[in-house]
């Protein structure tokens, strides 16, 4: 049976269709009181002011959520579109010892009900189409597959997938219909760093802290304000391991044929069934 993918902030970000062993915010965060969630800010203030030193600060600094909501906006309001991701993430081993992979997914979303995922790495590949009705996800070095029946709209086929099956698509986040609102239900606090290289790219820099897991966004400073960049911090786990996806050729609203999203199999492959969780019901 096909198991499911690690979870990461917002049980999307911090993730990939291979088996890393590690954890993230997951939806475990809880809102805080308003002294804490200020306190907290201030300590990323004053970290966004040493990371300025030697720099031309801006005479205001962005609001980090303004900032935030905008890419959100930006993504939500795109019918179809599609990015490719260069991932690297630790597996730390029981010796303690830290091992760094790394990993590639190419994802072509349509709204409402159109996923395709293309994903690889170091230890594993594996291939998921949804359309609107059929979720199947692809091991494609053994040519196993599943598949199952999802509800008609990303959110909810999303949903059923990690609730159900604890599978969790790699930054499945960014392809809800409120990024904002997952990553803020989330986030204790946030701050705004300044302004910084994404390959070759200048990008707005921003930190987010959680209970398990702390989150950097780095968002497009000109043009269209598209994710470039993330990190997750695993905190509580042994030797806090990183889950890091930079973002590049995006492309939104372009035509994307209808069967992208239709499964297809190699031939010879062979169906099993989906694990589901435990516990699930």
């Known amino acids: 049976m096909v198991s499911g993918m690690v979870s990461g902030i917002g049980s999307g970000i911090g993730s990939g269709m291979g088996n890393v062993g590690v954890g993230g915010l997951g939806g475990r965060i809880r809102s805080r009181k308003r002294w804490t969630r200020a306190a907290l800010a201030a300590t990323l203030l004053v970290l966004g002011a040493l990371a300025a030193h030697g720099e031309e600060a801006p005479a205001t600094a962005p609001s980090p959520e303004d900032l935030l909501r905008r890419m959100s906006e930006e993504l939500t309001k795109a019918q179809t579109f599609r990015f ?3 991932i690297t993430f630790d597996n730390v081993l029981v010796s303690g010892q830290k091992l760094q992979y790394a990993g590639a997914a190419d994802l072509t979303v349509r709204r409402p009900n159109g996923i395709y995922v293309d994903y690889r790495d170091d230890l594993s590949a594996k291939r998921f189409w949804y359309d609107g009705k059929t979720g199947t996800l692809l091991e494609v070095a053994s040519g196993f597959y599943s598949q199952v029946e999802l509800p008609g709209t990303i959110d909810a086929a999303v949903d059923q997938l990690e609730e159900k099956y604890d599978l969790r698509l790699p930054l499945a ?28 790219t200048p990008a707005h820099h921003i930190a987010l802290l959680g209970d398990d897991a702390d989150l950097q966004v780095w968002i497009q400073k000109d043009g269209a304000p598209l994710p470039l960049k993330f990190v997750v911090t695993y905190k509580t786990v042994p030797q806090s391991p990183q889950y890091e996806a930079v973002l590049m050729d995006w492309k939104l609203d372009t035509r994307v044929a209808g069967d992208t999203f239709r499964a297809a199999l190699p031939k010879g492959a062979r169906k099993i069934e989906f694990l589901v969780a435990e516990g699930a019901k």
């Open 173 to 200: 986040d960014l392809i809800s219909s409120d990024l904002f609102q997952r990553i803020e239900s989330k986030a204790l606090a946030w701050g705004y760093i300044g302004v910084h290289d994404v390959e070759g």
């Open 84 to 86: 490719h991701a260069e």
